[in-house]
């Protein structure tokens, strides 16, 4: 199944490593994105390992990555305009650094773990851990 991605799309871990160091060199210096992925990542080196690996999982079903990204994600002050940035960025990147078909393969990936994350996000928003006090 891997060796049939790669054939396909052109991908492989040398570009998908460098899709996401490029990707999130990108993030960091964005003024939108950048300050959130600034409090919360202060060792960028394991963050890093961790989105190499998940692109693996993901775009080339690798099973490398085992970990939980909707927790990761609902605890954090985002809404329909990060999502939008984010995507772009990576959309800016993807075609930068991989074949039209890799890039095409990567970014229908990313929309569809973006819709989840985000619905996620909004959910998580509208259900505050404790209840109302009511009186
Ligand atoms: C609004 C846009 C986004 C922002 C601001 C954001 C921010 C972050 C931050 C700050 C972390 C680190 C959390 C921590 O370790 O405490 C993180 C982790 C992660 N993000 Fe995002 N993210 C965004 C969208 C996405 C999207 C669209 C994807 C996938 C396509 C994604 C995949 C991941 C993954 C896999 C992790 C690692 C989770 C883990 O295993 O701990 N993120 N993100």
Do not use: N
């Not at 960091?28 to 961790?50: K, N, S, V």
């Not at 809404?79 to 800016?92: E, G, K």
């Not at 991989?98 to 393969?105: D, E, F, I, L």
């Amino acid at each position: 199944m891997t060796a049939a991605l790669m054939a396909e799309t052109g991908l492989d871990e040398a570009v998908l490593r460098k899709l996401v160091h490029r990707f999130y060199s990108r993030v960091r210096a964005d003024q939108m994105l950048g300050p959130i992925f600034a409090t919360r990542i202060t060792d960028w080196t394991p963050h890093l390992e961790r989105m190499v690996a998940f692109w693996s999982s993901v775009a080339l079903m690798t099973g490398q990555y085992h970990g939980r990204p909707v927790p990761a994600h609902t605890p954090l002050p985002i809404d329909a305009a990060h999502f939008d940035r984010w995507l772009a960025l990576f959309r800016a990147t993807a075609e930068e650094t991989c074949t039209p078909a890799g890039a095409a393969h990567v970014m229908e990936r990313a929309e569809r773990i973006a819709h989840s994350l985000h619905i996620a996000v909004v959910s998580a928003q509208g259900c505050p851990a404790a209840p109302p006090k009511l009186f």
